[in-house]
T-cell receptor, first 116, second 111 residues
Framework: EAGVAQSPRYKIIEKRQSVAFWCNPISGHATLYWYQQILGQGPKLLIQFQNNGVVDDSQLPKDRFSAERLKGVDSTLKIQPAKLEDSAVYLC??????????????FGEGSRLTVL | DAKTTQPPSMDCAEGRAANLPCNHSTISGNEYVYWYRQIHSQGPQYIIHGLKNNETNEMASLIITEDRKSSTLILPHATLRDTAVYYCIVRASGGSYIPTFGRGTSLIVHP
């Protein structure tokens, strides 16, 4: 079974530039999550999708961050304009709803963003 | 979802058992305890989960106290490759929930 795919793995940009990250979840997984992980901290949930609808985006800085999940499969997370404090690893995860459902999250390897 | 408390760091000798504690004193009756670990430069990886009973799989054992207010993840024979950050989270079964990670416990396994 293929895992969660993310790209790019690394991205370096200057502040005020824009960047986009892509995530392809495990086939059939209805729920998709984007987490931000700053160095030395645990992952912080930015947005959670159920199919192509948003379940929670309360911690997404909506003035600069946006995310979409077209057709309930792939998802894109965009930052525009980027700030220095956006330097972090952006993790995508997915989970299934079938039976048996262990409820576990499957994570991708993450996209590391450095803002200069 | 209930919050969890974990020690920031622990260390263990290779070949010995690593016992990682987690407090979740506000856990609700329908909330499971999940453990994940994150090896450097990788995404978190699921280890094990449980509700009331102790659980064991090929990676670890999970011991949950009778009052469910705390749990312990046991790596029976730690190896250098078990060096990672271990996260304990609690979440309700079914429906919509928000998996929330704390800072976890940084486990260092030394030779």
């Amino acid at each position: 079974e293929a895992g969660v795919a993310q790209s790019p793995r690394y991205k370096i940009i200057e502040k005020r530039q824009s960047v986009a990250f892509w995530c392809n979840p495990i086939s059939g997984h209805a729920t998709l999550y984007w987490y931000q992980q700053i160095l030395g901290q645990g992952p912080k949930l930015l947005i959670q999708f159920q199919n192509n609808g948003v379940v929670d985006d309360s911690q997404l800085p909506k003035d600069r961050f946006s995310a979409e999940r077209l057709k309930g499969v792939d998802s894109t997370l965009k930052i525009q304009p980027a700030k220095l404090e956006d330097s972090a690893v952006y993790l995508c995860a997915s989970s299934g709803t079938g039976t048996p459902n262990t409820g576990e999250l499957f994570f991708g390897e993450g996209s590391r963003l450095t803002v200069l | 979802d209930a919050k969890t408390t974990q020690p920031p760091s622990m260390d263990c000798a290779e070949g010995r058992a690593a016992n990682l504690p987690c407090n979740h004193s506000t856990i609700s009756g329908n909330e499971y305890v999940y453990w994940y670990r994150q090896i450097h430069s990788q995404g978190p990886q699921y280890i094990i989960h449980g509700l009331k009973n102790n659980e064991t799989n090929e990676m670890a054992s999970l011991i949950i106290t009778e009052d469910r207010k705390s749990s312990t993840l046991i790596l029976p024979h730690a190896t250098l490759r078990d060096t990672a950050v271990y996260y304990c989270i609690v979440r309700a079964s079914g429906g919509s929930y928000i998996p929330t990670f704390g800072r976890g416990t940084s486990l260092i396994v030394h030779p």
